[in-house]
């Protein structure tokens, strides 16, 4: 099931390429993830806690080329890695049948379309998977873009978790979405 890659053109009339990642993409990603972590106030994870390395990186990248209900993406511009997103799919026999979304955009290619891309992209592997029947994902209940953007694509809210991220000194609850691809 190989549907990558494509190719697009963003809202700012950029082409942009979006691939399966590969191992020899571990510098790059580190990179990307480093920089959007420090500029963050939507993701559960400070920068420092991130602690993977380019060996550690590529590992990974090769983990999720291994297992059959997860992926790697990444949006690509002039060979530069400025998105990524992941599905990652339980390894537990009672729940392989599910995963969890995660994704991260370069600061400065945020609103210009890559999120979108990039989770269009997972859900239309998710449903050729043979294994997924649901992807979920979390996200700061006060990221009313996140939420709009999943809403956009099919994903319903399943729950709320109060006062579960703390973000500078406030709380702020997490919402639970989910969609069945099935």
Same mark, same amino acid.
């Given at each position: 099931?190989?549907?990558?890659?494509?190719?697009?053109?963003?809202?700012?009339?950029?082409?942009?390429?979006?691939?399966?990642?590969?191992?020899?993409?571990?510098?790059?990603?580190?990179? %990307?993830?480093?920089?959007?972590?420090?500029?963050?106030?939507?993701?559960?994870?400070?920068?420092?806690?991130?602690?993977?390395?380019?060996?550690?990186?590529?590992?990974?990248?090769?983990?999720?080329?291994?297992?059959?209900?997860?992926?790697?993406?990444?949006?690509?511009?002039?060979?530069?890695?400025?998105?990524?997103?992941?599905?990652?799919?339980?390894?537990?026999?009672?729940?392989?049948?599910?995963?969890?979304?995660?994704?991260?955009?370069?600061?400065?290619?945020?609103?210009?379309?890559?999120?979108?891309? %990039?989770?269009?992209?997972?859900?239309?592997?998710?449903?050729?998977?043979?294994?997924?029947?649901?992807?979920?994902?979390?996200?700061?209940?006060?990221?009313?873009?996140?939420?709009?953007?999943?809403?956009?694509?099919?994903?319903?809210?399943?729950?709320? %978790?109060?006062?579960?991220?703390?973000?500078?000194?406030?709380?702020?609850?997490?919402?639970?979405?989910?969609?069945?691809?099935?």
């Amino acid at each position: 099931m190989s549907l990558f890659p494509k190719t697009y053109k963003t809202k700012n009339d950029q082409s942009i390429t979006i691939r399966q990642a590969v191992s020899d993409d571990a510098e790059k990603l580190l990179k %990307l993830k480093i920089a959007y972590l420090k500029n963050t106030e939507s993701l559960p994870l400070f920068v420092n806690e991130y602690t993977n390395d380019i060996d550690q990186e590529s590992e990974m990248i090769k983990r999720y080329q291994s297992e059959k209900n997860s992926m790697i993406l990444v949006a690509v511009f002039k060979d530069e890695i400025i998105g990524n997103i992941d599905l990652t799919g339980s390894w537990r026999k009672k729940m392989q049948h599910t995963a969890v979304i995660g994704m991260g955009i370069d600061m400065k290619w945020q609103n210009l379309g890559i999120g979108t891309l %990039l989770l269009q992209n997972i859900i239309d592997w998710a449903e050729e998977n043979q294994i997924l029947k649901s992807i979920w994902l979390e996200v700061y209940a006060n990221n009313v873009s996140g939420v709009a953007l999943y809403r956009k694509l099919g994903f319903e809210k399943c729950g709320i %978790l109060p006062n579960f991220f703390l973000e500078k000194g406030v709380f702020v609850d997490k919402i639970i979405m989910h969609k069945e691809v099935a």
